[in-house]
């Protein structure tokens, strides 16, 4: 049995890349939700010959960049992976890679992972899907970065977040922190662990974007933005245009998963 490639997770320094982009949290297979906002955004989609969005092109030229975990949860995982892979395919996107990603990753490499937080359901929406999709989408998904500096360094897109220290690192903390934050040994009421607030001790100078733990409002802290509205629990999915740091959000169009718990991430 060949073994499989190790997963690229080392960051993408882009500093080359000036923008403007539009920076989308947490999509978690919400693919409806991901083409309205888009369309909010003034993309126009591309579709295949079954109607299925495999591309989406600004008329001015932006980029999107999303923050991760575009799977689980979610009604259409695929659709969201087909469209993500266009357009990264066709450099109208950028994406690093998220927590329920990487999970995914691992379990289309045969290792043993719980089967849990979504992840069934998407490997159940994979299963009718052939396997040139199904292949391409191990590898789109084995080859996202933890972490993108952009814009000359002036600005850093992580999962999870990123203290100025691990910006660029290609060390296991800095790509661990950016997939999952910090633990700090804490335990909340629902069994979930307690992450520490990494983004209230900033004081970097780069904008620091990223999703991971749903929010209720887009509020900055310390030029940092969550951008996980917590749109397959039924609120919003959420984009932060850059340079312009304006925002824009659309409402999910049902509760695709009950939230189990103020913090429902699979950690």
């Known amino acids: 049995m060949t073994q499989a490639r190790q997963p690229d997770t080392l960051p993408r320094d882009r500093r080359d890349l000036t923008g403007p982009f539009d920076v989308i949290g947490d999509v978690h297979g919400c693919r409806g939700e991901l083409e309205t ?5 003034g993309y126009a989609l591309d579709r295949d010959e079954l109607g299925r969005p495999i591309g989406a092109t600004h008329p001015e030229n932006r980029t999107v960049v999303f923050v991760g975990d ?12 087909r469209l993500a892979m266009g357009m990264v395919d066709a450099r109208t996107a950028l994406c690093v890679t998220g927590n329920h990603d990487h999970k995914l990753m691992r379990a289309l490499d045969g290792r043993n992972v719980r089967i849990a937080h979504g992840l069934e359901q998407t490997l159940d929406q994979l299963s009718v899907e052939d396997d040139e999709f199904r292949g391409a989408a191990h590898t789109f998904l084995r080859e996202l970065p933890s972490h993108y500096l952009l814009d000359r360094g002036r600005l850093v897109v992580a999962h999870a977040g990123l ?5 660029g690192s290609t060390s296991g903390r800095a790509r661990s922190f950016a997939l999952y934050g910090a633990p700090t040994g804490e335990i909340d ?18 904008t620091v974007l990223y999703g991971h733990t749903p929010v209720t409002d887009l509020t900055w802290v310390n030029n940092t933005l969550c ?4 749109a397959v629990f039924g609120g919003t999915l959420s ?7 304006s925002t824009v959000s659309v409402p999910a169009e ?6 189990p718990g103020i913090s429902p991430v699979d950690r």
């Open 70 to 81: 575009l799977v689980d949860r979610g009604p259409d995982s695929p659709g969201v992976l």
């Open 189 to 206: 009421a629902h069994g979930y662990p307690v992450r520490y607030d990494w983004a209230q001790d900033y004081r970097g100078t780069a």
């Open 37 to 41: 906002l888009l369309t909010e955004l």
């Open 163 to 167: 203290p100025e220290s691990l910006h």
């Open 227 to 230: 951008l996980d509205t917590g």
């Open 239 to 245: 984009a932060v245009r850059y340079p312009e740091l």
């Open 254 to 259: 049902q509760v695709w998963c009950e939230r």
